[in-house]
Structures are given as structure tokens and as C-alpha cells.
């Protein structure tokens, strides 16, 4: 898999909702490369301030070579990366890790909690080329919830710009249904040939992960850990597995099928 360290442009930058923010950066050899559910390491600031890179999931790779990536500020990284402006540049390690592996279109569904969500619009958005590329556009379905209104409707309208459907859910009912993201995926009543990817809280991932084993349906997910690294060399992502020992998030994942991981934890 070919990665690239590049300092790149920041080309465009947009608060989504209080505290999240999306930037958009100019790294053409990044995007050929990159597949849906890797992630890059950004380096803030020239000043290595923080000194470590920070790692996001890849939102969105077009054909023009730009990337995005979708955050919220949680620290002095995120806060630091929420000042870049037009014109500077940031410092680009990627993509790392596995992705999602990609089945049927019709047969997806992607749930999407928080900043989980990030990584799913590039994958709606590939499974949306892959469908068309092969016949008529076969569009996933896709569930994405937040804590409310402000935090997930800018999201919920740019799944719908790519004419997805969205099912949404927040914690205090005022978008969608009132309650969670698993609630609404119950519902569906998936047949057993679908598969569900999934990136959210930790919490999130295992309920959906007893869900998909229960009614027999395949499920991806993707781990957040902290990391510092990305390459598998500080071993500070290491996730337990079911059948005993760790992996690494950022070199083995950060996406499992959700039946390798150990959830009791
Ligand atoms: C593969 C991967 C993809 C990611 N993609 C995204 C993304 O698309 N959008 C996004 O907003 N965030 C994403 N994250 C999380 C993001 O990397 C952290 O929020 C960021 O590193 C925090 O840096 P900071 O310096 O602002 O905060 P720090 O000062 O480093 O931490 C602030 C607080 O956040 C907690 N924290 C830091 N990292 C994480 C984490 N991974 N999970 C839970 N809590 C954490 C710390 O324990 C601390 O309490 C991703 C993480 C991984 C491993």
C-alpha cells in the first residue's frame, strides 16, 4: 500500500456545528491512494505543538485531489487545527491503515455516531460510484446519530446532497427518532446477506456488534483509539482481541470485523 508525507495546502475551512469543524486540503497523491475507512496523521503546526501527529479518518477524497477530514475539537491538537486558516499548510502522513472492506451496495448499511460519521460519507460515497460505475445508482442505507439537531443535521443534509436517504437519531429527540442509532437499526429488519460498517462510540459499536451477531448479518467496525504513531511502532493502540492477545488499531485496523474483537472490556 503506498503512504506519502506531504505538507500540504489548507484549501478551505467550514464550522459544521459548535466545535466540529471541516477542513479541506490539497493532497492529490494521498487521495488516489486512499480507500474508505483509512485515516491519515496530521501534524499541527510547524512548530510541533503538540509534537505528535493526530489521527482522522478520511471524510471525503475527490477526483480533484482534495481531501477532508471532519473533527471536534477535544484538546490542544483539535483546537490548534480549528485555527488553521486558507493558505497555511499541515503536515499529511497517509493513508494508514486497512479500510472497510466493500460488498454489495444494496445489501450496506452504515451507522454513524458522532464523529463516527466521518469516515461514512466517503464510504456512502464510494459505494454510490461503485453502484453506478455497474448499473443504475444503488444507494446504501444509512443511519447517523448525535446528541441533537445542531450537532447532526449539517451532516444528515451532505449524506442527503449524494441522494441518501438518512435515517437519524438523537440523544434528545430533536432530529429523528428520540433515542439511539440501534434502536432505528432494530427496525430495520436487515436480511441476513447485509452488512452493517459502523464507526462511533466504543459503546455504539458493541451494541451494534450483539445486534448483527444475534440476527447473523456481517458487521465492520472502526476503532478510534488514541494513537500516536499510525505505523504499528509505539504499540499505544493495542485492541484486545476475542480469541486472546492485541492487535493494532492503527496497523491491523482500524477496521475489524466486529466478531474479532473482544467487547467486555
Ligand atoms: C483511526 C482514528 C480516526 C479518527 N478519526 C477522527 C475523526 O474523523 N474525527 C474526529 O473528531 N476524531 C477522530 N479521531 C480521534 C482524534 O484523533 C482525537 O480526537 C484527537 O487525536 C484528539 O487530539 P487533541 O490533541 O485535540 O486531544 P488530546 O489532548 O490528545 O485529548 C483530549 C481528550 O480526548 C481524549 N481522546 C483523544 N483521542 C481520543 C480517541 N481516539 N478516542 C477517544 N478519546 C480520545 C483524550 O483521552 C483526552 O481526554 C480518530 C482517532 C483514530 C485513532
Same mark, same amino acid.
Given at each position: 500500500?503506498?503512504?506519502?508525507?506531504?505538507?500540504?495546502?489548507?484549501?478551505?475551512?467550514?464550522?459544521?456545528?459548535?466545535?466540529?469543524?471541516?477542513?479541506?486540503?490539497?493532497?492529490?497523491?494521498?487521495?488516489?491512494?486512499?480507500?474508505?475507512?483509512?485515516?491519515?496523521?496530521?501534524?499541527?503546526?510547524?512548530?510541533?505543538?503538540?509534537?505528535?501527529?493526530?489521527?482522522?479518518?478520511?471524510?471525503?477524497?475527490?477526483?480533484?485531489?482534495?481531501?477532508?477530514?471532519?473533527?471536534?475539537?477535544?484538546?490542544?491538537?483539535?483546537?490548534?487545527?480549528?485555527?488553521?486558516?486558507?493558505?497555511?499548510?499541515?503536515?499529511?502522513?497517509?493513508?494508514?491503515?486497512?479500510?472497510?472492506?466493500?460488498?454489495?451496495?444494496?445489501?450496506?448499511?452504515?451507522?454513524?455516531?458522532?464523529?463516527? /460519521?466521518?469516515?461514512?460519507?466517503?464510504?456512502?460515497?464510494?459505494? /454510490?460510484?461503485?453502484?453506478?460505475?455497474?448499473?443504475?445508482?444503488?444507494?446504501?442505507?444509512? /443511519?447517523?446519530?448525535?446528541?441533537?439537531?445542531?450537532?447532526?443535521?449539517?451532516?444528515?443534509?451532505?449524506?442527503?446532497?449524494?441522494?441518501?436517504?438518512?435515517?437519524?437519531?438523537?440523544?434528545?429527540?430533536?432530529?429523528?427518532?428520540?433515542?439511539?442509532?440501534?434502536?432505528?437499526?432494530?427496525?430495520?429488519?436487515?436480511?441476513?446477506?447485509?452488512?452493517?460498517?459502523?464507526?462511533?462510540?466504543?459503546?455504539?459499536?458493541?451494541? /451494534?456488534?450483539?445486534?448483527?451477531?444475534?440476527?447473523?448479518i456481517a458487521c465492520?467496525?472502526?476503532?478510534?483509539?488514541?494513537?500516536?504513531?499510525?505505523?504499528?511502532?509505539?504499540?499505544?493502540?493495542?485492541?484486545?482481541?476475542?480469541?486472546?492477545?492485541?492487535?493494532?488499531?492503527?496497523?491491523?485496523?482500524?477496521?475489524?470485523a466486529s466478531g474479532?474483537?473482544?467487547w467486555s472490556l
Amino acid at each position: 500500500m503506498s503512504q506519502f508525507q506531504k505538507k500540504v495546502d489548507v484549501v478551505r475551512t467550514e464550522l459544521v456545528a459548535r466545535d466540529v469543524f471541516r477542513l479541506t486540503l490539497m493532497a492529490p497523491e494521498i487521495v488516489a491512494a486512499a480507500r474508505p475507512g483509512q485515516f491519515v496523521m496530521v501534524q499541527i503546526a510547524e512548530n510541533k505543538d503538540p509534537l505528535l501527529r493526530r489521527p482522522f479518518s478520511i471524510h471525503q477524497a475527490s477526483s480533484e485531489g482534495l481531501l477532508q477530514i471532519l473533527f471536534k475539537v477535544v484538546g490542544r491538537g483539535t483546537e490548534l487545527l480549528a485555527q488553521c486558516r486558507v493558505g497555511e499548510q499541515v503536515s499529511l502522513l497517509g493513508p494508514l491503515g486497512h479500510g472497510f472492506i466493500m460488498g454489495d451496495p444494496g445489501k450496506a448499511c452504515l451507522v454513524g455516531g458522532g464523529m463516527g /460519521i466521518a469516515p461514512m460519507f466517503f464510504l456512502a460515497h464510494r459505494f /454510490i460510484e461503485q453502484s453506478s460505475s455497474a448499473g443504475p445508482r444503488v444507494m446504501p442505507r444509512v /443511519i447517523l446519530g448525535a446528541r441533537n439537531r445542531e450537532e447532526l443535521e449539517p451532516l444528515v443534509i451532505d449524506f442527503q446532497s449524494l441522494g441518501v436517504e438518512v435515517l437519524a437519531a438523537t440523544d434528545d429527540g430533536s432530529l429523528g427518532h428520540h433515542g439511539l442509532v440501534t434502536d432505528v437499526l432494530k427496525k430495520l429488519n436487515l436480511e441476513p446477506e447485509s452488512t452493517v460498517y459502523t464507526c462511533g462510540p466504543r459503546p455504539m459499536m458493541a451494541a /451494534i456488534h450483539h445486534l448483527c451477531k444475534k440476527e447473523n448479518i456481517a458487521c465492520q467496525v472502526s476503532v478510534e483509539t488514541t494513537m500516536a504513531c499510525g505505523m504499528g511502532a509505539c504499540l499505544g493502540c493495542a485492541v484486545p482481541m476475542k480469541g486472546g492477545g492485541y492487535r493494532h488499531a492503527c496497523s491491523d485496523g482500524p477496521v475489524f470485523a466486529s466478531g474479532e474483537l473482544l467487547w467486555s472490556l
